[in-house]
Each structure stands twice: as structure tokens, then as C-alpha cells.
């Protein structure tokens, strides 16, 4: 088990980038997947935006944000980011780290932080 949290959110306008971060404690962080959700509306299930595998090798990204986001991970700093440029109304919602096995399910990953809203405006 690991601890998450994410830091980076806030309110910007369509076309900027935003960077997400998430910080990890737990000395399993470096064997784990890493991804990240969102959820918009609140109550609605979190949907898949990005992922990379255990040592970086691999990632995959939701059709809506390929392109334009970015996921990146430092095993020495157990941190993870999701770098996010031209920006859309769309994406605005609230954004988890989770930690788990590489997978697009949110019924994959055991670890969720506590969220960051990102909210663009048009």
C-alpha cells in the first residue's frame, strides 16, 4: 500500500497547460503502475486518462487526451506527473493518482489520493 497525494489543480483558461503532481510514500511505489482518473460529475464513475507501467516503459492514454497530456514518473523522487497543455472545457473535473496494476479500471488500483480540481474555463 502506498499513500498519494496530488498537488497542481486549479482554475485556468482553455488552450493553457497545467502540470499535476502526485507525491508517493511506501517502499513499493517503484513496482507499481501509476495512472491517472478523473471524475466529473461528482458521484459519476472515474474515468481512465492516463497510465505508465512500473518502470516507465510503457504508457497509454484515453482517446479524448492523446496528444495533448502527458505521464511521466520518477522512481527515485516516488513522484508521478501528468503534464496537460491545450486545455478544454471538457477536461475540467476532479483528478485522482492511483496506484495498482497496469491497467485502464479503476477497480484495478488499490492506492487513490484524495483528488485535485482542475477546472477550465471557456
Known amino acids: 500500500q502506498v499513500q498519494l497525494v496530488e498537488s497542481g489543480g486549479g482554475l485556468v483558461q482553455a488552450g493553457d497547460p497545467l502540470k499535476l503532481s502526485c507525491a508517493a510514500s511506501?517502499?513499493?511505489?517503484?513496482?507499481?503502475?501509476m495512472a491517472w482518473f478523473r471524475q466529473a460529475p461528482p458521484g459519476k464513475e472515474r474515468d481512465f486518462v492516463a497510465?505508465?507501467?512500473?518502470?516507465?516503459?510503457?504508457?497509454t492514454y484515453a482517446d479524448s487526451v492523446k496528444g495533448r497530456f502527458t505521464i511521466a514518473r520518477d522512481n527515485t523522487k516516488n513522484t508521478v506527473t501528468l503534464q496537460m497543455n491545450s486545455l478544454k472545457p471538457e477536461d475540467t473535473a476532479v483528478y485522482y493518482c492511483a496506484a495498482g496494476i497496469y491497467s485502464s479500471s479503476p477497480r484495478d488500483y488499490g492506492s487513490w489520493g484524495q483528488g485535485t480540481q482542475v477546472t477550465v474555463s471557456s
Open positions: 497510465r505508465i507501467s512500473w518502470n516507465g516503459g510503457s504508457t
Open positions: 511506501g517502499r513499493t511505489f517503484s513496482r507499481l503502475a
